[in-house]
């Protein structure tokens, strides 16, 4: 498979967490997915938007990333989620089950949709419930 200029194979997670509100929860999420096991910024990994919905109470967090990294990312983010978010108080226009809603992982540069399950798969194993929505190429594939 052949890698991008910069040499990176990229795929990018919308993490949906159930907060908007409170800014500096939903910042501190983003940094947590930012930083390595070291507590530096990792180099390959950036937090493109953040969109927070009043009325929902909840935020799209757009993390891309080396395909590598961005299950350890996550990870990061989605356990940042769990101790900040507070279910007990959290209220919103729209139902949600946790502190994480939703971990769409999308492929991007050089990466494959079988690559984004793997990691959606990987993040299973360690107890995070992840979600991986497809485009019509799989059902494409599948008709043929």
């Known amino acids: 498979m052949s890698s991008s200029r910069l040499g990176l194979r990229l795929?990018?997670?919308?993490?949906?967490?159930?907060?908007?509100?409170?800014?500096?929860i939903v910042e501190n999420i983003a940094k947590a997915a930012l930083l390595g096991k070291n507590g530096r910024k990792h180099p390959e990994v950036s937090v493109v938007s953040i969109f927070p919905?009043?009325?929902?109470?909840?935020?799209?967090?757009t993390i891309a990333a080396s395909v590598d990294e961005l299950g350890n990312s996550i990870l990061a983010a989605c356990l940042e989620s769990f101790q900040s978010v507070d279910m007990e108080v959290q209220e919103g226009i729209h139902p949600c089950l946790g502190a994480v809603a939703l971990i769409p992982i999308y492929p991007l540069v050089d990466v494959g949709v079988e690559e984004c399950g793997a990691v959606a798969r990987s993040e299973r194993k360690l107890g995070v419930v992840c979600s991986l929505l497809i485009e019509t190429i799989s059902t494409d594939q599948n008709s043929s």
């Open 11 to 24: 795929a990018a997670c919308l993490l949906n967490i159930s907060e908007a509100r409170r800014k500096h």
């Open 53 to 61: 919905d009043q009325d929902y109470n909840r935020s799209v967090i």
